[in-house]
């Protein structure tokens, strides 16, 4: 197709214009003669995508760098822990680093041009990117760096008291009271090296919380899988302040062996149990600041390592009396702290500031009794699979009865009596020949109250049976208003629900839960359960023949 060019003319006339407008505009749309495409140059670049921002947790983060760092590993070498030559380990984990004292660590990353952040050569803190995250304070820098401050409220002189304002007056409430809530004591607690006998060389650093009144030593898991031992799976029956004979599940392992931080000397624990959490805070922890505060203390500041990186994960009982045994003793005025030297170390025991008083709910308590529970034994099994199909069991069977359930009949033999209505009224069959202290358990009952009546509100029919099952026990004399109770006598409040049994799910049944426990205690652990009166599976069989 060719297009023939307007010739040159003073005066065009309009059809011709138009006719060659209309020309060029369809060349310009034409997509094979087009004069654009044609002068267009392809090109290989792609116009790139917009990126898209997606929110990702810092465990998938943290797992990628994991990941990132093990490629990394695997292609080179790692370099040795400039302070130990360990390569098993860097800075950041070295107990020999952690044991120096604030300002060596500093003294020391300033000489190896170390970073901050992350305690790695190349680069700066204000260029880090792979910041550690303190264990302590949840703040940007390694554990190992953590410093513990003083914090106090800033007191006006009087001479130069100035008015403020009442944003001033809050801000100083508020310093006030985060200080009054700060753990005002310390305990017996020592920073220590672990290690099992069969490698002695591979030691952890861990802090160790020297119990008197736990009857066995105590580790936690994690430091178990650190050293890397054989342990045998038990059964515990633990006795707390909380719980009586309560059976965990836990890990044997013997061989452990542990030495104080600036100490050679090593101490064989004989055997130790594993368990999950052991319940201290950190803050409990005596440190140099704590011996400053108490003239008494204050030439001991140089012998109390700073506050290391590290788990309190180690509870080492009086089955191991030689790290238990004190060697020296320093006390002061009566409710003065008193400190005192172990083979393991000093510790500071008692008040940590003479200006804080002891605030809040929160104490530790960790007086511990531990049973072993033997396994049961080939023999012991196959006894018990015969008691099953020794028919003697079945026809002597009244002569086994026990002295509770002869003191139950007692009992009830000579209390039990018929009211006027004509039910009968027998005693409560304590354990006891009194009515035992039971601790007060209104606080927990109330609480399961309101979960109650806000379901009671919540559903109607649930609310209409609830009420009418009620109403019905008051009616037959099963219930009746609690009369008042004298001041100092004993009071058990128990709690109630209602259930459905699964083939009537239309009549709702309240129970009255005796076995709620509070304070580690139930209305049924103080009763006695009285002889067995079910007939046994040998005797309904009988009858069914029949």
């Known amino acids: 197709m060719t297009f023939q060019p307007l010739q040159a003319h003073p005066e065009v006339p309009v059809a011709q214009e138009s006719e060659l407008i209309q020309t060029e505009d369809r060349i310009a749309c034409n997509p094979i003669a087009s004069p654009l495409l044609m002068n267009h140059k392809p090109t290989d670049e792609r116009v790139p995508k917009r990126a898209k921002a997606l929110n990702t947790s810092a465990q998938r983060n943290n797992s990628t760098s994991e990941m990132t760092s093990k490629e990394t590993s695997n292609s080179k070498p790692k370099p040795p822990c400039p ?262 170390g000093w510790s500071i025991v008692g008040s940590s500031n003479p200006h804080l008083d002891r605030q809040g709910n929160q104490r530790f308590v960790h007086r511990v009794a531990v049973k072993e529970i033997p396994a049961p034994s080939t023999t012991d099994v196959l006894k018990v699979l015969e008691s099953d199909f020794n028919e003697k069991r079945y026809k002597d069977r009244d002569k086994y009865v026990s002295q509770d359930d002869v003191r139950f009949v007692q009992l009830l033999s000579d209390n039990i009596s018929q009211k006027e209505d004509g039910h009968y009224e027998m005693p409560v069959p304590f354990k006891s020949s009194s009515p035992p202290s039971l601790p007060n358990n209104k606080r927990l009952t109330t609480v399961q109250l309101q979960y109650l009546k806000k379901r009671l509100k919540a559903n109607k029919p649930y609310n209409d049976q609830y009420k009418a099952f009620m109403e019905e026990m008051m009616i037959r004399g099963d219930a009746e208003p609690a009369p008042k109770t004298p001041e100092g006598q004993t009071v058990w409040y128990i709690p109630h629900h209602g259930v459905y049994h699964p083939k009537k799910p239309e009549k709702l049944r309240v129970v009255f839960d005796c076995s709620a426990k509070f304070h580690g205690v139930s209305l049924n652990d103080m009763l006695l359960t009285g002889p067995d009166l079910i007939n046994s599976l040998l005797v309904l069989y009988k009858e069914r023949e029949q």
């Open 83 to 344: 302070t130990c030559k360990d390569e098993t380990h860097g800075v950041a984990k070295c107990p020999t680093f952690a044991a120096k004292s604030m300002e060596d660590k500093k003294a020391f990353i300033h000489e190896n041009h170390l970073c901050f952040g992350c305690l790695r050569k190349g680069h700066s803190s204000k260029d880090c990117k792979r910041r550690h995250t303190c264990g302590t304070c949840n703040r940007r820098h390694p554990t190992c760096l953590h410093e513990e401050r003083d914090k106090r409220p800033v007191e006006a002189p009087e001479k130069h008291s100035t008015p403020t304002d009442d944003s001033a007056s809050q801000e100083i409430k508020v310093t006030s009271h985060t200080v009054m809530q700060r753990a005002s004591a310390t305990s017996s607690i020592v920073p220590v090296l672990m290690s099992s006998a069969e490698e002695p060389q591979r030691e952890v650093l861990t802090y160790a919380l020297l119990d008197t009144q736990s009857d066995s030593t105590f580790i936690l898991e994690d430091l178990l899988e650190e050293l890397n031992v054989d342990t045998q799976p038990v059964q515990l029956k633990l006795s707390t302040m909380t719980a009586i004979d309560t059976v965990i599940a836990s890990k044997s392992v013997s061989g452990l062996q542990v030495r104080g931080l600036h100490s050679e000397k090593q101490i064989q624990l004989r055997q130790a149990y594993s368990r999950n959490f052991i319940p201290v805070d950190k803050s409990y922890i005596p440190t140099k600041k704590t011996a400053l505060q108490w003239p008494h203390l204050k030439h001991l500041a140089n012998k109390l390592p700073p506050l290391q990186g590290c788990e309190v994960g180690l509870l080492i009982g009086n089955d191991c009396p030689l790290a238990l045994a004190p060697l020296e003793v320093i006390t002061g005025s009566e409710n003065d702290p008193f400190a005192q030297r172990t083979e393991l």
